[in-house]
């Protein structure tokens, strides 16, 4: 089975990658007072993602520095990384299963 530790860095930036999507696709016409919390804390997220890869908190960023960096650079960064991407994954599923309007 399949664990995010086992998540390399090219899957890493494509988690990333597709944040903005997975959030659209994810919150459709929900207010933003009723997925607050989540939207703080995918913000908070991404703000320290960028800080791990010197870049910004905007995501296609934060993939770009990623695939960038030299995969004999990674520390322990790489493990902060997917446990951020997983927690991000996490949050983008709570704001989907407070849209009504998605079936599942």
Do not use: H, K, Y
């Not at 530790?5 to 997975?22: Q, T």
């Not at 991407?85 to 989907?96: E, H, K, N, T, V």
């Amino acid at each position: 089975m399949w664990t995010m530790s086992d998540s390399s860095p090219a899957d890493l930036a494509i988690m990333f990658r597709s944040v903005p999507r997975r959030l659209r696709e994810a919150r459709g016409e929900l207010a933003d007072e009723l997925i607050g919390p989540q939207l703080s804390s995918i913000g908070r997220r991404l703000t320290r993602a960028g800080e791990l890869v010197r870049t910004t908190a905007d995501p296609a960023s934060i993939a770009d520095a990623i695939e960038s960096a030299p995969a004999d650079t990674w520390g322990p960064e790489l493990d902060e990384l997917r446990t951020l991407a997983f927690d991000l994954a996490r949050d983008l599923r709570a704001i989907a299963a407070a849209n009504p309007d998605l079936d599942g």
